[in-house]
């Protein structure tokens, strides 16, 4: 079977499908899903995605808050509010692939039936816009990833 050529600027220019992707997955698979790491226990977030959290994030040790983290990955919101209206708007500063990332794992687990489709339920119950609700949630991600980084890097310490 003959792979279509990519068109500009879709997903198989990216790299995103085809015999590429599947080989650079399968490469990747084994060193972050061994005992190394327990990012792919994240819903969403496949060897590819923990590959790039853990390359760009680098030594967890520079970021002393999952704060700091969620700046550096631009998930931390800005607040962009005007007379009583409350708001805060997309962080566009910080490493954007690593943004990406997390964006990823966010829109898996709001297509599957995990928790964060509920998480993301409820904040668009509670009045938020969709886009709200995913910034919530990819924050959420961004501090369950800071949760498991320094763990990982302890246990790899001991090692």
Known sequence: ???????????????GTGPAA?????QAAPAVGGPGTRLGETVGIG???AATILGYAGNIQRFPTKAHFAMYNATA???????????????????RTLNFAIHIAAVVQ???ESEGRVFCDRKIG??????????????????????????????????
């Open 1 to 15: 079977m003959a792979w279509p050529q990519p068109r500009r600027g879709g997903r198989e220019a990216r790299g």
């Open 126 to 159: 509670e009045g938020k816009t969709n886009k709200e609700a995913i910034r919530a949630l990819k924050r959420r991600i961004s501090d369950r990833v800071y949760t498991h980084l320094p763990a990982d890097a302890r246990r790899a310490a001991i090692t």
């Open 110 to 112: 709001i297509r599957t």
């Open 22 to 26: 599947w080989a650079a997955g399968s």
């Open 77 to 95: 919101p800005i607040e962009a509010s005007s007379g009583g209206n409350v708001r805060h708007r997309l962080n566009q500063r910080g490493n």
């Open 47 to 49: 060897p590819i995605c």
